[in-house]
């Protein structure tokens, strides 16, 4: 019994020592009628009359002055369940905990403390070691992709004066898929669960970087049809696990190089298909045409027009074609922003601009088991339905995209 009473005492004195340490931080951060009256509403570039965040896919949402402070609103209740909060806020956060003036209390205040890994490192180091070189956290992805297009002198250039800025500003740091959702536009949504560290949350952590386009078409919100996995329940983490987001400790140029990414061939052998015919089906076209060719059911996003200083454009469609890093292999290609402009005002030109092409191949995530042209070999053998051809090529686009233009062979019937 006085054990009992002595643990007792002892988690009162902790809780009350963490309330204490960040007096200040509590008291305001956790009254709403302060936040609402101290959090001033930003005004983000390009807004038109209204003040408006980009939002995970689509239109730039309203931001509402009655719900905007919950950005920085924290749930009390988080306190005492969350650990994360048992050396108390400026731990992280650094200011001053102790003023109850708004600006001496921010003075020096770090937004994002995991932006720095070392931060989140001291209690998670396997993981901070392998993130630190992963591809959501460098985005050397982006570069390694883009600066093909670039000589030497430019990507210089662009690494120096335009990739911190622009390209590398995409970066996800630990808190930005545990605590809240990541920045676009410097505009965050809020916290993921009132500053709770969530494990994940896939809807509103990954779907705000890539709710451009693989979201929505995994959700359905594109064509109203969702994507065959995830009206069985799956979700992003089902299929990325935990060891590809952060990284295996290796530095890849992009995401495909990443070792073991998951392929559809993971769960769906070869060769134990139930149908006879499904089976002579993907014994033919294996290694010939990949799973998406087939099965992705319908129109995706394209974008173009995009970094010319001008609105952005998109358009649904469907483009079959050579994939970039094997031409032999008919895939969904992927039309992606860019120009020749794009960089023109950090001076920037793309002297290799037809180096590479315009289009990506893409795993659409809009997956069906029977679609139009599992159904007919005639869709794609005869009538070429979706295939790029040199008409359907964009405008001004690179030299290099007619290599992707696809020499159907003749059909094999036996």
């Not at 920085?72 to 209740?77: N, P």
């Not at 630990?174 to 709770?196: K, Q, T, W, Y």
């Not at 069985?232 to 992009?254: E, F, I, P, Q, R």
């Amino acid at each position: 019994m006085k054990f009992t009473y002595f643990l007792m005492f002892i988690m009162l004195f902790a809780a009350y020592s963490a309330a204490g340490n960040n007096e200040s931080c509590i008291q305001c951060h956790t009254d709403e009628s302060i936040m609402k009256s101290l959090v001033e509403i930003p005004i983000t570039k390009g807004n038109t009359g209204s003040n408006a965040a980009i939002g995970p896919a689509g239109p730039p949402p309203l931001i509402r002055s009655e719900t905007y402070y919950k950005r920085y609103y924290i749930d009390k209740v988080v306190l005492d369940k969350d650990p994360h909060f048992g050396n108390g806020c400026t731990t992280c956060h650094k200011g001053d905990e102790k003023s109850t003036d708004q600006e001496k209390a921010h003075k020096g205040i770090v937004k994002r403390p995991s932006a720095d890994l070392k931060v989140c490192g001291d209690c998670h180091d396997d993981i901070a070691k392998t993130y630190q070189s992963s591809l959501h956290y460098t985005a050397q992805g982006l570069l390694s992709k883009i600066s093909r297009r670039f000589s030497k002198k430019e990507e210089k250039v662009f690494t120096e004066k335009a990739f911190g800025q622009s390209c590398k500003s995409c970066h996800a740091s630990c808190g930005d898929c545990h605590v809240s959702s990541p920045a676009i536009d410097g505009i965050r949504n809020s916290f993921l669960s009132g500053h709770r560290f969530v494990k994940k949350d896939e809807g509103k952590t990954c779907a705000v970087c890539h709710g451009g386009s693989i979201y929505p078409e995994y959700t359905g919100k594109y064509n109203g049809s969702p994507d065959v996995h995830y009206q069985k329940g799956l979700m992003c983490t089902d299929c990325h696990k935990k060891g590809h987001l952060h990284g295996d400790g290796n530095v890849y140029a992009n995401k495909d190089d990443v070792k073991n990414r998951p392929k559809c061939k993971d769960c769906h052998k070869i060769g134990a298909e139930k149908k006879t015919t499904a089976r002579l089906a993907h014994s033919k076209h294996d290694g010939k045409v990949s799973c998406y060719g087939c099965h992705a059911q319908d129109e995706y996003r394209n974008c173009s027009g995009c970094h010319e200083g001008k609105t952005s454009s998109s358009k649904t469609g469907f483009i079959l074609g050579a994939d970039p890093g094997n031409n032999k292999l008919l895939t969904t290609l992927r039309l992606i922003p860019i120009s020749r402009e794009t960089f023109l005002k950090a001076g920037i030109r793309m002297e290799q601009f037809d180096a590479v092409t315009d289009y990506r191949a893409t795993p659409v995530h809009n997956i069906k088991k029977i679609t139009g042209r599992t159904r007919s070999c005639d869709v794609c053998h005869v009538n070429k339905k979706g295939f790029l051809t040199k008409e359907s090529l964009i405008k001004n686009g690179s030299k290099a995209n007619e290599s992707l233009i696809f020499r159907m062979p003749p059909l094999d019937i036996n």
